[in-house]
């Protein structure tokens, strides 16, 4: 791993900045997943806007990963829905099998 530079260092002291380097997998990965919704309800981010309400850049900002907080429960909603699906929420023990949801909520 190369050294941070000082401007870096820096940079990661802001709680903004920090949140997004430490969640960047986490980020990218929400926001692969709500782009391929959306391309696979067959819109685009302009059309997502006319439906959802929610400006096309923060659409971008979200598919791309790199919103300042991540989406909300509630933006990944509202995009869902415009898209014609509904957000499902599971939690499951660390060490269950997958697919063994013990707790689950449609939004």
């Known amino acids: 791993m190369r050294k941070r530079t000082p401007e870096e260092q820096a940079a990661l002291e802001d709680p903004d900045v920090k949140f997004g380097y430490d969640n960047y997998d986490l980020l990218t990965k ?4 709500l782009r391929g919704m959306r391309q696979e ?3 685009s981010q302009e059309q997502l806007q006319q439906v959802s309400g929610i400006d096309q850049a ?15 429960l509630a933006l990944i909603t509202r995009m869902a829905h415009a ?5 499902v929420l599971s939690l499951r023990k660390q ?3 997958p ?3 013990e707790l689950m909520v449609e939004l």
């Not at 929400?30 to 997943?33: H, I, K, M, P, R």
């Open 30 to 33: 929400v926001g692969e997943l």
């Open 83 to 87: 898209s014609g699906y509904s957000l």
């Open 95 to 97: 060490d269950a099998a």
């Open 58 to 72: 923060d659409i971008s900002r979200v598919e791309r990963g790199v919103a300042e907080r991540g989406p909300s």
């Open 41 to 43: 309800a067959g819109l």
């Open 99 to 101: 697919g063994n949801a």
